[in-house]
């Protein structure tokens, strides 16, 4: 059966905020209800609306109870900082994939014609929280944290009698045995794409502003004595951390603030909005670890999604995509048709998926570095998925226009979204 969206609807404003660490020298009495504020009118001011303008609100956050002083909801005092207040909102808690799917509601409300204008925002700062009874800004790291949490052990049951898939999920290797069983690829080439692929996406972080790490690993090889990169990429300064997935593989955690407004066609037109963006359409699967291949096994089901709703997915300008660990861009990229199956690993070692390669994925440098904060990872993967499409993306931006995007998101093992985006300019 073809599901359409009830009207169209647009995206006419984003936040550009940086991604950033709490022991930064500015981030320094800083709270974050700041930080959601600042996101939340720049996302305003960008789309050229005020705040009774908007009509509802979609709030992503995960580890809300540890990173608000062990507040349930928040969303009163969220809504105060931005001048909201009374307005509906809904707190989307779906671990690293909240803001896909809160993108996803805030896409639902217009769509089915209740709401015309529709804030999507969140926060998060996964390594420090607010100590209990204490203001605001007084940040902590979480190791200081005197309850018992940990973003882990609060993602799965750990019960003795249930599946722990802890370890699996956080680091997985799962892609690399998909592509040596289906298709031959050996460990060796498995090393070198990926080792590879954390080069190609240093290269458009360290062009990206809004970038936790700017450093191109060309030059930290470059200073520690190497002149190829990657002899660096494969000794010991950059160590395996599982069988397939080097330190250079993992994702960065780090603080950040992110907002986008959707709204319909009729209201984008109605505040002359320059550079409106089509939400052609969008889908979800979850699942667990006890399904084999599971990652992979959820993208298939969000691209059966998308193209069983007769969306057509084979005309793809750029994809970006959560890549929590090495192997999950690869996969993505090759079940969704925006590099050809088995062909990732060549890809990545002939710099083609880089920034200013002839198929890019995440121009921006990517979770592994460009930085990952939990619940608003969505929201700021969508909102560089805009600047490209607006070629509003600064020195990452990708060489040709982009008419056409996926982006392509994961929570907690056991989330994946699928969401494709349309130029209307």
Same mark, same amino acid.
């Given at each position: ?86 307005? @509906? ?9 909240? =803001? ?34 204490? @203001?605001?800004?007084?940040?902590? @790291? ?30 997985? /290797? ?12 050996? /460990?060796? #080439? ?39 990169? #990657?002899?660096? #990429? ?23 603030? !992110?907002?986008?407004? *959707? ?7 109605? *505040? ?23 990652? %992979? ?16 997915? !084979? ?19 090759? *079940?969704?048709?925006?590099? @050809? ?19 890019? *994925? ?8 460009? =930085? %990952? ?44 979204? !699928? ?7």
């Amino acid at each position: 059966m073809t599901h359409k969206l009830s009207r169209p609807v647009s995206i006419i404003g984003t936040s550009t905020l940086g991604q950033h660490y709490y022991d930064e020298p500015e981030m320094q009495g800083l709270s974050i209800y700041e930080l959601w504020s600042h996101a939340c009118h720049q996302a305003m001011a960008d789309a050229g609306v005020k705040p009774k303008d908007i009509d509802k609100i979609v709030y992503s956050h995960m580890a809300n109870f540890v990173t608000c002083g062990n507040i349930l909801a928040p969303v009163g005092s969220l809504e105060e900082w931005i001048g909201c207040r009374e307005k @509906p909102i809904s707190h989307i808690e779906q671990a690293c994939a909240s =803001g896909y799917i809160s993108f996803m509601e805030a896409c639902n409300s217009v769509a089915s014609g209740r709401y015309d204008c529709v804030l999507v925002a969140g926060i998060e700062t996964p390594k420090h929280f607010i100590p209990r009874d204490q @203001p605001a800004y007084r940040v902590k @790291p979480l190791k200081e944290y005197d309850g018992w949490w940990h973003p882990g052990r609060a993602l799965f049951d750990t019960t003795y009698y249930r599946f722990d898939g802890v370890s699996d999920n956080l680091l997985t /290797d799962e892609n690399a045995y998909f592509l040596k069983q289906n298709y031959g690829i050996s /460990d060796q #080439m498995i090393d070198d794409a990926y080792n590879a692929m954390a080069v190609n996406l240093s290269r458009g972080a360290a062009r990206n502003e809004r970038a936790v790490e700017r450093v191109e690993y060309a030059q930290i090889a470059k200073e520690k004595g190497f002149d190829d990169v #990657m002899e660096y #990429m494969r000794s010991d300064y950059n160590p395996h951390i599982t069988q397939y997935i080097r330190k250079s593989g993992s994702v960065l955690h780090n603080v950040a603030a !992110g907002a986008i407004i *959707v709204c319909s066609e009729d209201f984008a037109k109605s *505040v002359g909005a320059k550079k409106p963006i089509n939400v052609v359409d969008y889908a979800s699967s979850s699942n667990t670890q006890r399904y084999p291949m599971c990652f %992979h096994q959820m993208n298939v089901s969000v691209r059966d999604q998308l193209t069983s709703n007769g969306t057509d997915i !084979g005309d793809l300008d750029l994809m970006v995509t959560t890549v929590m660990t090495s192997g999950e861009q690869m996969d993505s990229t090759e *079940v969704f048709g925006y590099l @050809p199956a088995g062909k990732g690993c060549e890809y990545e070692i002939e710099g083609r998926t880089a920034f200013d390669g002839d198929r890019p *994925v995440n121009p921006h440098g990517g979770d592994i570095r460009f =930085g %990952h904060s939990f619940a608003v990872a969505g929201i700021n993967m969508m909102s560089e998925a805009i600047l490209q499409m607006r070629g509003e993306a600064g020195g990452c931006q990708v060489k040709n226009k982009v008419n056409r995007c996926l982006v392509r998101g994961m929570g907690g093992g056991h989330t994946t979204a !699928g969401i494709v985006l349309e130029s209307k300019f």
